[in-house]
């Protein structure tokens, strides 16, 4: 089969023909349709993302979309001609999906929702993951709470907004002035995030803060996040609190913090089941008409995946970007 392949960091990816993989237990063979693209993948390509512990050589890729050829022995729930997807490899030791063919965990995978194209379905599982992981597992979102996404119009931003607002809050979203209008079309008040933390928390809050608050950008908005939290209660999510932050402002308004780690159970192995159980909630909001991703207009192929992470790395993005693995329209 035809993959695209990070030989050494920092180098060039290189598409070849590659042995095709075959389902051994628990697995399930799947010919991949699409494949989402992530800024991380573009970090791993550089060698800036030691926390992904890619092996090398390696076939990049989290995100996959596909049809199901064939299962292994102990695989019960799918079944040869089922669409899938989830967040199935490209990290540590498992094979990406920019490739024509993936044998992954069948835990990690769910039906693809059936309103979505293929295209769509792979833009999501990375991004509903961190999301839903920090809301819903951590946050326990829900009606009454005034949650604050950081990042609205981003990839795991815009669907943080989604899964909030199906579960009944109200969703706040800081971006860029150009920005605003994608954060108000999916029904979050836009907050230009050049805006004082102070300003907003009395517009919106009157002065006590926002319920739920999460980070998708990092370095100094995470610490905006500490200052923005309601006092006692308020929980603040990160899926970039890797820096080096003073927690005295969330201290001091009796607060709480919790990080997203979203490539722990493909790293480690523990906890897979819940991601299937993730994307199965997902599948139901998709069907629901609750969740639809933002898609980059523009078309890449294997062929063309090293544009893709430029488009990635010089932020002209307009939505997730995917690649085509098998896509005919």
Do not use: C
């Amino acid at each position: 089969m035809r993959a695209v392949v990070l030989e050494e960091f920092d180098t060039p990816l290189v598409l070849k023909e590659v042995d095709k993989p075959t389902a051994g237990p628990g697995q399930v063979l799947v010919k991949v349709k699409a494949s989402g693209v992530n800024p991380l993948d573009a970090k791993i390509r550089a060698g800036k993302a030691a926390h992904a512990q890619r092996k090398l050589p390696g076939v990049l890729g989290m995100d996959l979309a596909g049809v199901v050829e064939a299962v292994g022995a102990g695989v019960s729930d799918f079944a040869p001609g089922d669409e899938v997807y989830g967040l199935t490899g490209g990290v540590g030791d498992l094979q990406g999906s920019l490739a024509e063919y993936a044998a992954v965990d069948a835990r990690l995978l769910a039906q693809k929702p059936a309103p979505l194209t293929m295209r769509e379905a792979a833009a999501l599982p990375l991004v509903v993951i961190t999301a839903w992981e920090g809301l819903v597992d951590r946050a326990q979102v829900g009606a009454g709470h005034k949650v604050l996404i950081h990042g609205g119009a981003g990839g795991i931003g815009h669907v943080a907004i989604q899964i909030a607002r199906a579960r009944g809050a109200e969703v706040f979203a800081t971006e860029s002035a150009r920005k605003l209008e994608v954060v108000e079309g999916l029904g979050a008040t836009a907050i230009d995030y050049t805006t004082p933390v102070e300003e907003y928390v009395a517009q919106h809050t009157g002065g006590e803060g926002f319920d739920i608050i999460f980070d998708t950008v990092g370095g100094a908005v995470l610490d905006a996040s500490f200052a923005a939290a309601r006092i006692y209660t308020g929980h603040v999510l990160s899926s970039l609190g890797w820096g080096t932050h003073s927690i005295a402002p969330l201290s001091f308004r009796g607060a709480t913090y919790s990080g997203v780690f979203t490539l722990l159970p493909m790293l480690t192995g523990r906890g897979r089941e819940h991601h299937g159980e993730i994307m199965r909630e997902a599948t139901a909001l998709a069907e629901a008409g609750l969740l639809t991703p933002l898609l980059d207009p523009r078309r890449f192929t294997l062929e063309t995946v090293p544009d893709a992470h430029a488009a990635i790395e010089d932020r002209t993005a307009q939505g997730k970007i995917v690649v085509d693995i098998d896509i005919e329209d």
